[in-house]
């Protein structure tokens, strides 16, 4: 935890402050107002420079050759998907300035301090672990397509600097996102431009219909709402005084900027024949000219790296959040380094499948996300008159429960991916039967671990046996 010294006055004077290079010593326990810095309008490019890169294009790229819609059909999916899951950002970020917390400790408000071992250590894994492959997969491919240099030692280059950055600290990653910003920004629309007019954006697609829709929707939502369990990571050193108008506009704006319009060109760079055996980001630059084609894997590079320093930074804080006593030395820089390492070896050992692997992981994410955000969702609103302060003493009681929250939750995966999963895998009952209907599990996921934590902890206070006991 950060610690602070008193000026000559008594007045606590900050140790990290907004200091940006210096290693970022707070895990999950509260920012202390002393180190409170910044304004939402960092919260702009701090979650749109993560999306511009490649794992946003292949969203667009799969609604379109592997889901089966046409161009414009793709197009209104991900724009629904992206502004839904940007929303719930956007909400979700307001209880950084309010708690000074990460998202995965005030998620103990909704499961208990037990019961959110699960969620932290779910977001954990997939963060430094999933997302950070996938993430540096694209990123490695690219310098290979740039440089020549093979895909493990492009990889090994790329992880080093994702590493690095995630080990500094918050204030680092938020100028680093920042002054990436423009550069991702200009490249990316410049390609964007020159893919639609190549693009044969009129084309029929091959017969997704409705379930090719609703896959097409539920990849778009699941990665922009796979951000959500991250929201106040990046905003719980802002001023308690922060403006709440802005600080949900803000992330929402930029998470949903940034996904809405790399996705789409990527709809559209996959109505552009490609050699069938050029790699996913090779595919994508082949028909750009030269100088420009280099540009944008460059781009390309720094996206990832954009995007994976938020992943390592928050497996970090996900696994702070867990409440476990660990040694001094294991602090959330040295978590950083160990989550690296793991994410590391989960992309080598992905790189001869990328592509495959890429579209299950985006499907899987909202699995598990979706559930968790209506619960959350659902907490956040019964709790709107309680007092800050009752709230803030939850998240420090370790004997503080919640389990229509953790039931909930289960229940809610337990059922929604059986019965609606419609993977290469694995195809739930109702995609078995009924194949338009594409995979909605997200949607049934989220509406039922909702609908059930709304009527259980209704239950639980009717009986005398409060949720939040």
Known sequence: MTTTTADSTGTPAPAYGDKVIAVETAGSDPIPDAERHGSPLQLLWTWASPNIEFATVYIGVISVLFFGLGFWQATAAILLGAALGALTQGVLSLDGPRFGVPQMVISRLSFGHRGNLLPSGVNALLAGVGWFAVNSLSAAFALNTLTGLRPLPSLLLVVVAEIAIGFIGHNFVHVFERYAFPALA????????????????????????????????????????????????????????????????????????????????????ATIAAPADASPTAAFTGHLPGWLGDLTLIAIILGAVSANALNVYSSAISLTSLGLKLPAWLGRSVLVVLSGVVGTAAAWASLSDAGSAYEAFLLVIAYWVAPWLGVVLVERLLRAR???????????????????????????????????????????WVPEHYPSFGDVTPLVGFALSAGLYAVLRAVSRRKGQPASA
């Open 386 to 428: 309680t007092d800050d302060q009752e709230l803030s003493a939850r998240l420090t009681d370790r004997s503080f429960t919640n389990w229509p929250g953790v039931a909930a939750l289960l229940v809610g995966v337990a059922v929604s991916v059986p019965l609606f999963s419609n993977q290469e895998k694995y195809v739930g």
């Open 186 to 269: 200009l490249i990316f629309l410049l390609a964007g431009v020159w893919t639609v007019k190549d693009g044969h954006l009129g084309g029929g697609g091959a017969g997704g219909g409705l379930g090719g829709f609703l896959l097409a929707f539920s990849t778009a939502w699941g990665y922009t709402a796979g951000w959500n369990p991250y929201a106040t990571d990046y905003s719980r050193y802002l001023p308690r005084t922060a403006n709440r108008l802005r600080t949900v506009l803000y992330p929402a704006l930029g998470l949903f900027v940034s996904v809405a319009i790399v996705a789409v060109i990527g709809a559209a760079s």
